[in-house]
């Protein structure tokens, strides 16, 4: 609904070639206040889109335990489909699931399946449900460690099943990613793993702090492996015009040719923390969604999340032109172009919306929201469960 909106901005865009706009060459490209401005009209939909996000945003509270609220929604939602209950036997639906994970616990005991399909992601999840055992009711649910969600709305009736990611097209209920903790993805520049997020986060408020808006480069910036073919726009313009796009894609370890990094020789991989040194930093999904975003925010750059289909459980409480600038997931090059005209314009706006989105991220994505959030989900889920729980003998001890 809200990428329909926009995409119809996009229609007053004339020009078939590609055009970008610098700083003090507003007489060439147009400025938003003469009518016959080539960017005017969009620009003026953009700054009200602007406008009334702000009018209208409200923050989220916390709890006295600090636990954010902004959250509530989203567990609500994604439990909804359960409202009625979910009996043994509708619980059971997701245990036929290939390589599914199913943890229990008992009595403040922590139990889960003997294999785990990604260790190290287990771990990470586990990190999470070891901190909140004592303080959790006997339940039991059926976890899926792979990167896509499992249960489609398409093939059926609804299936418990907790994954990290999903679109609107799956019954999945989201979980906090592993990779707060644990898990995340191996790259040259992380031998071990992306990260602690409560390490990352420290890590990138001081690139931050070294790189205010003032003396960031006025350039978007993006670096990333081809995870998802939406990315190729960004690496195209990139090509075409590397003064102010700076977009290549990287290795991962499926990369065979050049062929998989869109017929050039991978780029270098480049930290998150150094990306805090660019004004414009792009986050596209990947496979599911991508644990960039996150990141992102805290280099206090001004964020453009492509797409708004992939998500994670903090995404819907990101509010688009409050806190991020949205693209359509459709945009083509000349969409991107004019969204980053815009940008590039607006700097005091643009700086704003970049405070707003590290500002959110700063005070509602700690590491004891990531904890909240499992405590609550895990307690409304299991005011849902309609049987007794009783020990599985498969399933091993974690201590
Ligand atoms: N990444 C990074 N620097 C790079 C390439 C990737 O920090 O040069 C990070 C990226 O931010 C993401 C992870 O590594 O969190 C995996 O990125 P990739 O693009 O390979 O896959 P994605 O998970 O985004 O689909």
């Known amino acids: 609904m809200r990428f329909a909106y926009f995409l119809h901005l996009f229609v007053y865009v004339k020009s078939t070639e590609l055009q970008f706009c610098e700083t003090g060459q507003s007489e060439e490209c147009g400025n938003d206040k003469g009518p016959n401005s080539r960017w005017s009209k969009e620009w003026s939909e953009y700054k009200s889109l602007i406008k009334n996000a702000a009018e209208t945003y409200v923050e989220c509270g916390h709890t006295s335990s600090g636990c954010s609220y902004c959250y509530d929604e989203t567990i609500k939602k994604d439990l909804s489909p359960f409202a009625d209950g979910i009996s043994k036997e509708t619980l059971d639906s997701a245990k036929t699931i290939s390589r599914i994970t199913k943890y229990q616990i008992i009595d403040g005991q922590l139990f889960r399946s003997k294999n785990c399909m990604f260790p190290f992601r287990c771990s ?166 991508s644990f960039r975003f996150k990141h992102l925010f805290l280099c206090r750059s001004l964020v453009f999340h492509v797409g708004d289909e992939w998500l994670e459980f903090f995404y819907p409480s990101l509010v688009p032109w409050f806190h991020y600038i949205p693209v359509p997931s459709t945009a083509d090059q000349q969409m991107i172009q004019s969204i980053i005209n815009f940008a590039i314009h607006h700097d005091g706006i643009m700086r704003e919306i970049s405070e707003n989105g590290a500002n959110f991220i700063e005070n509602h994505l700690t590491l004891n929201d990531i904890s909240c959030y499992w405590k609550t989900l895990l307690l409304e889920y299991t005011k849902l469960l309609s049987f007794p729980i009783s020990r599985d003998q498969t399933l091993i001890r974690i201590h």
């Open 124 to 289: 990470g999840i586990e990190h999470f449900l070891l901190e909140l055992v004592k303080d959790l009711p006997n339940t039991e649910f059926y976890l899926n460690t792979r990167d896509w969600p499992m249960a489609g709305r398409h093939f059926g009736s609804a299936v418990p099943v907790f994954s990290f990611s999903k679109t609107k097209d799956y019954w999945d209920v989201m979980f906090p990613a592993w990779t707060f903790w644990e898990g995340g993805p191996a790259l040259g520049i992380y031998p071990n793993g992306l990260g602690r997020w409560d390490e990352y986060r420290k890590t990138l408020s001081s690139a931050a702090a070294d790189n205010p808006w003032s003396r960031k480069e006025s350039k978007v910036f993006f670096r990333g492996s081809r995870t998802s073919a939406e990315r190729d726009p960004l690496v195209l313009i990139s090509r075409k015009n590397g003064k102010l796009v700076d977009a290549k894609y990287t290795k991962n370890q499926a990369w065979k040719s050049s062929k998989d990094t869109l017929g050039e020789e991978p780029a270098e991989e480049v930290k998150l923390e150094e990306h805090c040194r660019f004004k414009y930093l792009f986050n596209y999904r990947g496979v599911a969604a």
